[in-house]
């Protein structure tokens, strides 16, 4: 975590992190700290069609990047191939100074627009899917309850996903993403089926638990004003290339409204239909 | 006959008023029903003598009697008392059903021995052979059990197989599907040739009944598995084995117990046939042995033995299906 801090050139985003610190003493599983990731001309084709046409961008450890433009943009198609859910034709991921991991690693998880929990496993048992594999099985379910906790869910473990809401089911998702501590966290639109309020909530929610866990979170979404709410840094994609990358320095937790948040939000929309 | 129109349209009114006071008046119209069938028993004579009607008249009248105490008693029962209300109008229509019955067969003859048997008549062969009844039950439940369960734990692994293995699906999917509608029976000439004996030759007739059903469900259940649930597994870190047992057969349950429920009616229908292979007991050899004797009484009382047997069964896979697939319940 420091050396990445350290080692990065770009301007520091100075984040609280003692809270979180003092907290990782007295829970010593919850791992703190996320990875580097590096891409350097990443290109992704589907047929004649060039969805990324040479991709260069690096996330320091820890850093909230959002990944913001416009429907079929290839922005979710960056994240598949973070994950390794696809393969790029040319160029080069590599996560905390390795390759890119094979899909099912404990390193990375994903978050889908929809939950997507097994409906015939209970809660609990669904949290306990995202444990790492080296974790024997009678270990899994305490583990899961624990990542339950985090999001607040600690007494809901013994129901069926289909009694929730649609906001509790993506916080069980969350944990069950989470239940492995990993160290890159892939969001794809994660809130983009719940209802308005809701999502204002769970923006404020996602962000306690990436302060709580430190892993490095990449955010594809295409609300400008949320990516400007989280986000350390907002990567806008256009053409299959990064048109505007630009820091968010403004202090947490964010003030919708106020007038440097309607700056970076108006700079990254100008931008946006600009590229029309 | 008017007695019995009356007491219909008494229960319709009743059925919706539901209560008069602290009565259960479709109670009373029911034991009347009940009352009367018991007294025509006795009263009239027999065209031709059947046998047991005494005691038939004793059974009709006792349960008059019961339900009469209900219907004093229903208001206080609460629970029990609401399900007997709701049941009240069959009461009545079982009560009328037995006395028309007793009148048009025993009675007048509009319905002639041996083609009809009244009530009594059925009652009069379970008198007689309640013994031989339970060897042939015991016998006929060994063979539907061991062909049953067979033929669905085959049918299930060949579904599942089929469903997730593109190369098995591509050979075996036509050929189940050329041999699904073949009916069990024709398979009885090849039967003889590979089994040792007519007992193994009837478990497979019954099994194959069971076990195709359920294959081709399965096997569609489990092809029709929501392929982001596969996704999801593999992000996690989901091994193959995985996939099968935790995504693909929980998911396609829903399916399976539709087979399930094919297979139990498809093996039951057969049982009788596959009873003629050289069977010494069980109830579809006891309904060929009475048909050729012209005992239809008995095979009347036979079939509503495999129907109770088959309701019951029924049941059982309901009251198994609602517990596995409690998960379902916010879906549906």
């Known amino acids: ?276 | 006959m008017s007695n019995a129109t009356q007491s219909i349209e008494a229960g319709g009114f009743a059925a919706n008023a539901g209560w008069s006071g602290q009565l259960w008046l479709p109670g009373l119209i029911a034991a009347a029903s009940w009352a009367a069938t018991a007294v025509v028993t006795v009263a009239l004579p027999d065209v031709v003598p059947w046998g047991s009607a005494g005691l038939f008249a004793i059974l009709t009248g006792a349960g008059a009697a019961a339900l009469v105490v209900l219907a004093l008693a229903v208001p206080r029962l609460g629970a029990a008392g609401r399900t007997i209300v709701h049941y009240g109008p069959w009461f009545i229509a079982v009560g009328v059903w037995f006395f028309l019955w007793e009148l048009t067969t025993a009675k007048f003859g509009w319905l002639p021995k041996p083609f009809f048997s009244p009530p009594h008549g059925l009652l009069a062969v379970y008198v007689a052979e309640w013994e031989r009844l339970l060897i042939c039950i015991g016998y006929s439940l060994r063979l539907w059990g061991l062909g049953f369960f067979s033929g669905i734990a085959v049918g299930f692994v060949v579904g599942v197989a089929l469903g997730w293995s593109k190369g098995f699906s591509y050979w075996g999917m036509p050929i189940l599907k050329l041999i699904g509608p073949v009916p069990a029976t024709a398979w009885i000439p090849v039967t003889f040739y590979f089994f040792p004996t007519t007992f193994h030759a009837s478990i497979f007739i019954v099994a194959l009944s069971a076990g195709i059903p359920v294959a081709i469900l399965t096997a569609s259940g489990v092809a029709a598995v929501n392929r982001s649930y596969y996704d999801v597994a593999r992000t996690l870190g989901a091994d193959s084995r995985f996939l099968v047992l935790k995504v693909a057969v929980p998911a396609s349950l829903p399916h399976v117990f539709v087979g399930l429920f094919m297979g139990l009616y498809y093996s039951f229908a057969v049982l009788v046939v596959a009873e003629m292979l050289g069977a010494k007991y069980g109830l579809g050899w006891y309904i060929q042995f009475q048909t050729a004797y012209s005992g239809y009484a008995n095979v009347y009382a036979t079939l509503i033995i495999m129907a109770l047997i088959c309701a019951g069964l029924v049941k059982l896979l309901f009251v198994g299906r609602d517990r596995l697939l409690a998960w379902q319940k916010g879906i549906l």
């Open chain 1, 1 to 276: 975590m420091l050396e990445a801090l350290t080692a990065t050139s770009l301007a520091p985003l100075q984040r609280d992190r003692t809270g979180a610190a003092a907290r990782t003493v007295a829970e010593p599983s919850v791992a703190t700290g996320g990875t580097a990731v590096s891409i350097t001309g990443l290109t992704k084709r589907y047929g004649d069609k060039t969805v990324l046409s040479g991709i260069d961008l690096s996330f320091r450890a820890g850093e909230f990047v959002a990944i913001v433009g416009r429907s079929g943009c290839g922005k979710s198609t960056l994240l598949r191939l973070l994950l390794g859910l696809e393969k790029p034709e040319g160029g080069e991921i590599r996560i905390g100074g390795q390759p890119a991991p094979r899909a099912g690693g404990d390193v990375a998880r994903f978050i889908f627009q929809e939950p997507r929990l097994l409906p015939w496993q209970r809660v609990l048992d669904n949290v306990a899917l995202g444990a790492s594999r080296t974790v024997p099985a009678d270990r899994r379910r305490p583990l899961a309850q624990e990542a339950l906790k985090e999001v607040g869910l600690a007494d809901r473990g013994g129901e069926w996903p289909s009694v929730l809401s649609g906001g509790q089911r993506q916080r069980v998702a969350l944990a069950r993403a989470l239940v492995s501590h990993p160290k890159l966290l892939a969001l794809d639109e994660p809130l983009g089926a719940l209802d308005a309020l809701t999502r204002i909530e769970m923006q404020g929610f996602l962000e306690r638990v990436w302060k709580h866990q430190g892993f490095t979170a990449v955010l594809v979404t295409h609300d400008v004003s949320e990516a400007v709410a989280l986000a350390d840094r907002i990567v806008l994609i256009d053409g299959g290339r990064v048109a505007l990358d630009v820091a968010v320095p403004l202090a947490r937790p964010r003030v919708r409204g106020s007038a440097e948040f309607g700056a970076i939000e108006g700079q990254v929309l100008d931008r946006l239909f600009a590229g029309r």
